[in-house]
């Protein structure tokens, strides 16, 4: 399984929307030659804020991707377009559900879920998102998927699926009626949900797609 993860995000500068959306569609062709990169995903997050996940073994391939063709690209263009400079997270994979093969449908809805464990219960809010992954392999249109402990110690999911019918049906299903019922036992912050569009998306096949 994966174990280690980035999230970037990216305050793009009025106008230069479109811009910023072929520049991340055309990075995936850069990240096909990085055999360490198991997931990679270009995301709109709203109107005037892009971003990227992507997820490795270890930090070997964490690393190695850091000093890569992207993370130049994006230092090179900064301050052509963006507002400031790339906010990179670095992201703890707890548990994954990655696709045996390169799904049929293009993915282009995602989620990012993340929340802050009740005080004295990091144990149990880590578990809580370990034990979502068998959950979430039943759920054939949720393609892949993320368990997270953050770099500021809250906890995390983000996935993604094809269509606005697969998010939906995630979001109705067995993980947000768990987490509801374990809120006041778990949960030390209203969770903050955001939906968010897939533009671009490679997967690097090992053999290994349940973690």
Known sequence: MTSRALLVRLEVKPGMEATVEDFLV???RQVTQEPQTRAWFALRFSRSQYGIFDAFDDDAGRNAHLDGAVAAALRAKSTELFVRAPVIERVEVLA????AT???TADTKGLLLTFRAKTNHDAQAEQFVRDAQPW???????TSWFALRMENGDYGIFDV???QGGRFSHLTGHVPRELATHALSLLGSIPDLTMLDVIAEHFQQTGDATG
């Open 102 to 104: 390169p799904p049929a």
């Open 26 to 28: 055309t990075a995936r």
């Open 161 to 163: 699926f094809p269509d």
């Open 96 to 99: 994954d559900k990655l696709p």
């Open 136 to 142: 979430v392999r039943d759920e054939p249109k949720t």
